[in-house]
């Protein structure tokens, strides 16, 4: 219930907190809305030095568009995200998998860019930044660069985020006519988090026909995935029932499945492929 | 009486403190000079500790002291097990391990500091050597386990036990059918929402030891804890505030409440134990834990001939205050309300490395009516009868009562057929049926369950209980007239406070807001019993009325002598009594009965009564569950569509909080049923040891509850009620399977073990073995 | 090494030296003595410790009390008076939407802010709206029909 001691520190500029990671190396961690971060603590699973808290710079919380993209900083909270009308409109992917994340409460304080960059295997936003082809920006020391979300998630906990680097905002390239989204998932009963979470967005041609779909799988490997054999089996495919199910059935393709108390890896597959057809099917309406 | 407030719908009393965060639970109490004790606990399931080192922790920031089970074990006494039973194996069960720990949770030291960050920072400094044993965790193979826990036992069996009357073997050989079936009780958390806490605070001028704890029995506590640490009993105050839900985990006697009061005895400090809730998953009794093997013999029209029950009961490491006892509640509630003539149980109790069972809400009955009423439900499948029509061609009719069961048991009263009735029609059962049979057709799982139940509530008689079974209670009519009740049913939730000023407001005629029910404190409050076992209102509240007789008896002595006239010549009524259109309140009673100036030459002063009721029975609550559930044919995930309960609790005092009981314990019964199972490995690790893997059901999880009553009185005691607290886990758990392995029957499924987790249905509806 | 930081609690204006891994939640209960915001779990899914801050229904016990230097924060006790309770409170009262009492501070903060979101909930939307709070005692039936009658009662 009581974390170990750490120093803190809240910047309030940007340069200031990546000075700050880049000086205290091993021993820094960044505190987002520490809705992942503090539960780790207080269990002491994580033991950190410092926490930098980016909570207190100015411009990090923003949903806007600007060069063809959706920009939303890393502070942005999950239900700044569920309950904008901009984005429902533009990119329902994103306020539908942010109000499935956790409950009310940690959609109020938790973020975008700490879930991200916290990269746990069950959490929803990994799915659906994959099915965005999210661009996610990070600023250290030595410049700024971006980094795409399929080479984001490296493992468990893991991210392409090298020492010293900040998420500071997502860039998603503004959806085209014509695309249809959706995120589904099966939660966990205790904690809410995905056993199974399924983003999708497809675009169709005139004619109704799927012209390219991306697929990002949560909760069922160690880190989310784009589910590459489904995208391909969709892509120029007539949208009805059965090709949507043949193309669901390879949500799994290649995929080292989790097995645990609650789901087994083989029904966590299955789970896959059904929920990868449900969210296609509701893409595609 | 006039019936004013009981019956009614009365807004409880307790409320506005509670709805503005007013109230004070254990951990609200700060005193001057308080310090904060964490414990260090055992990671592993089963070993031996080589050595303990807590220099360094004695020396961290804020540490005032540190204490093994090295420095305590011979400064005090056992952790209580209050339960006797013949060859009963009682382990050495001290507060702090000693050489060898036994389930992960198992307390190894006590650090004492400052604060309550200073002491969590401390316990990480304490250097424990294990060398690590085999574990014990199957509950069937740990009788012949080669590895002893309490190795001078020799095995880990507890006890051996058969219980039951009639020739079970003649009554299974005249059966047409038997039907056998292994059924899994799995282990359950009760997860209070208050976790426990103890603060414990001497005065060694005075010599005086107060606890404040979260428990459901303050009295028995402090008996317990008094002879814990020899001391006299009455220099121990036990006070239990506001405590925040029990179910049954807070009716014990834990090593934390001596412990606790022995450090402020040692510092002469107050010092507060609060459990966080991985302690609370950890070292708080679960509940359940049984595997057991049916038998139940039936005639082809039916009647049921014989059952047996061979069962391993899995009673953890240790005993806590009641775990050896919880399976016997299960061998006597086994008839259910059904005539059956002949049942035995036969009980392995097995000491594992896990924690203690004992009573969780239900504590044995859940587990009887899961047996009988799945096995109703086996014996219909096999019959090719309708599940409604085996249970009531077994019924005792309502003129059999009371009944003899071959457990041993007297139902006091019945109407079973009455409350399935009601049920039926408010499900619109026979719809229901066609309904399913149309959406069979179209491919959907849907299914329908019946549960029948009784339980046994309102417990005592002493005779059947470790430490009285009785009740006690204190009404005084204070000299400005206002009431106080004292209740030795300590509640912790249940809204005596609100119940019981009903009784005493109609009783003496006086306004509700004018009367105070005091409890949970046993410097106040005259000896009790407390709140378990669904007893409070039917032996505490009976325990009111017998003290509100007596003090109306004294009060209208005291009346008649004032208006001069004889006291069989006196009306009682609104709160007046009256003669001759003379007429004196009871207020004016109290007061003059203070003042004492004016009263009878043989009647001491003052205005008040304390009484005790002893019950002669049990009493019998029961009810219909009637479940709708469907089950996802792509996920295997249940929905249940419909759910009407129709209980019988007796005559009712307030049917909201009727209604509330019945909710909450149908909500834990859908909990057992789908979501929650505490999960050891085979280390003896606990799986589950968060809520982030232990389900406890939210709101969204939730039918709406369709719920209704009929009123049975109770002839055991004179307000005729019986008893609410745990109905709704008893009743709600099979009615749920049984809806779910209903529709899987066409799968050829008769029976399937708790929780149904989606995973399990999808594989059978999908054969993916 | 403490932190000075400044919060406004119901109302009122603290300035305290903390540690900086002070919860939230300890702040409220062990610094400033309010008492009613309880502790249930550990793991960020009772919702026992519901507060709000700046408007936002947040989880006490998953944020340092550092963070919340600069904001305002009402808990259960500044929700309502006894003379004047809110809509939520009196709710809970009326449907008897609480036994033991425990998971009450928070359930209340959670339905006050569900209803400042959407003023006329169904059951459904209730029900998803507490996913953050447990409740062990009422089965949650009730506590749902105490916030329908505060959406009823606030109109």
């Known amino acids: 219930m009581i974390p170990a001691q750490f120093d803190y520190i809240a910047p309030t500029t940007l340069d200031e907190a990546v000075a700050l990671l880049s000086q205290h190396a091993d021993d820094a961690k960044v505190l987002a809305g520490g809705h992942s971060l503090i539960p780790a603590m207080k269990l002491r699973l994580a033991q950190p030095q410092l926490l930098v808290d980016i909570g207190r710079i100015k411009g990090l919380s923003y949903i806007r568009e600007e060069g063809g993209q959706i920009r939303i900083g890393a502070m942005t909270t999950h239900y700044q995200i569920e309950s904008s009308a901009r984005l429902r409109e533009i990119c329902p992917l994103l306020p539908e998998a942010a109000g499935q994340i956790g409950d009310v409460q940690v959609r109020n304080k938790g973020t975008i860019g700490g879930s991200l960059a916290h990269s746990d295997p069950a959490a929803d936003w990994p799915a659906a930044a994959l099915a965005l082809d999210a661009e996610l920006r990070a600023v250290s020391s030595k410049g700024e660069r971006g980094i795409k979300a399929a080479d984001f998630f490296v493992d468990l906990f893991t991210t392409a985020l090298e020492q010293g680097e900040i998420l500071s905002e997502i860039r998603i390239p503004i959806p085209k006519a014509r695309t249809g989204q959706a995120y589904l998932k099966a939660a966990q009963p205790a904690s809410g988090f995905a056993v199974v979470g399924v983003a999708v967005s497809l675009v169709r041609d005139a004619a109704g026909k799927c012209e390219a779909a991306a697929v990002g799988i949560t909760g069922v490997a160690s880190k989310a995935y784009r589910a590459a054999a489904v995208e391909k089996a969709l892509a120029g495919a007539s949208l009805d029932e059965k090709m949507i199910a043949a193309a669901a059935a390879h949500a799994t393709d290649g995929i080292d499945a989790n097995g645990d108390l609650y789901a087994s890896a083989q029904y966590r597959k299955h789970l896959a492929a059904v929920y990868a057809r449900r969210a296609i099917t509701a893409a595609s309406r | 009486m006039a019936e004013k407030y009981v019956g009614q719908r009365v807004k409880r009393t307790e409320d506005p403190r509670l709805i503005q965060g007013l109230g004070h639970y254990v951990d609200d109490i700060k005193l001057a000079d308080m310090l904060h004790v964490a414990f260090l606990r055992s990671m592993y399931a089963h070993a031996r500790i080589t050595s303990i080192d807590t220099s360094e922790a004695l020396h961290a920031p804020g540490v005032v002291a540190v204490y093994t089970g090295q420095d305590v074990s011979s400064k005090i006494g056992q952790v209580p097990c209050g339960a006797a039973l013949p060859d009963l194996k009682v382990p050495d069960h001290r507060v702090l391990a000693t050489d060898k720990v036994y389930f992960v949770g198992h307390p190894i030291a006590a650090v004492v500091a400052t604060d309550r960050y200073a002491a969590r920072d401390a316990i990480d400094l304490i250097i424990v050597d294990y060398e690590e044993l085999p574990a014990v965790i199957d509950v069937e193979g740990a009788a012949s386990n080669s590895t002893v826990i309490h190795e001078h036992f020799g095995d880990n069996i507890a006890y051996k036990l058969t219980a039951g009357e009639g020739d079970i073997e003649a009554a299974l050989a005249s059966a047409d059918h038997v039907v056998k079936q292994r059924l899994v009780h799995q282990r359950l958390a009760p997860i209070a929402m208050e976790p426990r806490g103890v603060l414990a605070r001497y005065l060694p001028g005075e010599k005086e030891l107060t606890l404040w704890s979260s428990t459901q029995i303050p009295h028995l506590m402090r008996t317990q804890v008094a002879i814990m640490l020899g001391i006299p009993e009455n220099k121990l105050r036990v006070i239990a505030p506001e405590v925040g839900g029990g179910f049954g985990s807070k009716l014990n006697v834990y090593a934390e409440e001596a412990l606790l009061g022995w450090i402020a005895m040692q510092l002469a400090r107050p010092v507060k134990w609060i459990e966080t809730r991985r302690e609370n998953i950890q070292a708080t009794i679960h509940g359940r834990g049984q595997v057991g093997y049916i038998e139940i013999g039936c005639k082809n029209d039916g009647t049921i001939t014989g059952l047996r029950y061979n069962v391993f009961a899995d009673m953890g490491a240790y005993h806590q205050l009641l775990t050896p006892a919880i399976p016997t509640l299960t061998g006597l509630m086994l008839s259910g309300c059904y005539k059956i003539p002949a049942i035995q149980m036969n009980t392995t109790a097995v000491f594992t490395n896990k924690m203690a069972t004992d009573a969780y809400r239900g504590a044995g009955r859940p587990e009887a009516t899961h047996v009988i009423e799945r096995a109703m439900d086996m014996v219909a499948a096999k019959l090719k009868m309708d599940p409604v029509e085996v249970r009531r061609r077994n019924f005792p009719t309502p003129e059999e009562f009371p009944f003899k069961t071959a457990t041993g048991l007297f139902y006091d009263s019945g109407n079973y057929v009455g409350a399935l009735d009601k049920a039926l029609e408010m499900a619109d059962y026979s719809k229901l049926r066609k309904d399913q049979a149309a959406a069979r057709k179209d491919g959907k799982i849907i299914g329908v369950g019946v549960s029948t139940y009784v339980e046994i509530c309102a417990i005592g008689p002493s005779a059947a209980t470790p430490a009285g079974g009785w009740e006690s209670a204190t009404v005084r009519v204070e000299p400005t007239g206002k009431v106080t009740v004292l209740t030795g049913a300590s509640p912790h939730g249940q809204g005596q406070e609100t119940s019981f000023a009903q009784i005493a407001a109609d009783a003496l005629g006086v306004d509700l807001n004018d009367i105070a029910v005091v409890h949970g404190d046993t410097a106040i409050v005259q000896y009790g019993i407390g709140t378990f076992g669904s007893r409070a209102t039917a032996v505490g509240g009976t325990a009111l009325v017998l003290a509100l007789e007596e003090l109306t008896k004294k009060a209208t002595r005291f009346a008649a002598h004032l208006l001069e006239a004889e006291p069989e010549s006196l009306q009682f009524e609104d709160g007046k009594f009256s003669t001759d259109g003379k007429s004196v309140s009871i207020q004016e009673v109290a007061l003059a009965a203070h003042l004492a100036r004016n009263i009878p030459a043989d009647m001491d002063p003052g205005l008040s009564a304390t009484r005790f009721f002893e019950p002669k029975n049990f009493t019998f609550p029961f009810g219909t569950h009637i479940v709708v559930s469907e089950i996802d044919r792509d996920t295997g995930d249940v929905k249940l569509t419909k759910y009407v309960a129709v209980d019988d609790c007796g005559k009712v005092i307030n049917p909201m909080l009727v209604e509330g009981q019945i909710h909450g314990g149908i909500v834990q019964s859908i909990g057992q049923a789908l979501y929650e199972e505490l999960v050891y490995d085979d280390q003896g690790q606990l799986v589950t040891g968060t809520l982030m893997d232990y389900a406890v059901p939210k709101a969204a999880m939730i039918p709406w509850l369709e719920l209704d009553r009929t009123e049975t009185p109770s002839p055991v005691n004179p307000l005729g009620v019986k008893g609410v607290g745990e109905a709704g886990t008893i009743g709600a758990t099979p009615a749920i399977v049984n809806s779910i392995v209903d529709a899987l029957s066409p799968f050829g499924i008769t029976h399937l073990d708790m929780p149904l987790r989606p995973e399990l249905l999808w594989k059978i509806v999908n054969n993916a073995g | ?155």
């Open chain 3, 1 to 155: 090494m403490k932190k000075a930081i400044s919060v406004t609690v119901n109302g009122v204006v603290h300035h305290q030296d903390v540690e900086p891994r002070l919860l939230l939640v300890h702040l409220l209960r062990d610094v400033l003595n309010l008492t009613g915001t309880h502790i249930g779990c550990e793991t960020s899914i009772c919702g026992a410790c519901t507060v709000i801050i700046d408007g936002q229904a947040v989880k006490s016990c998953t944020i340092l009390a550092v963070q919340a230097d600069g904001a305002s924060v009402t808990t259960i006790e500044g929700l309502g008076t006894e003379a004047n309770l809110h809509p939520v409170q009196e709710g809970f009262w009326e449907h008897h939407g609480l036994q033991c009492g425990y998971c009450t501070p928070g359930m209340i903060m959670a339905g006050a802010q569900l209803l400042d979101r959407i003023s006329s909930p169904t059951a459904d939307q209730i029900r998803h709206g507490l996913e953050g709070n447990l409740c062990r005692c009422t089965g949650y039936q009730n506590i749902v029909e105490a916030i329908q009658y505060a959406a009823s009662k606030a109109k």
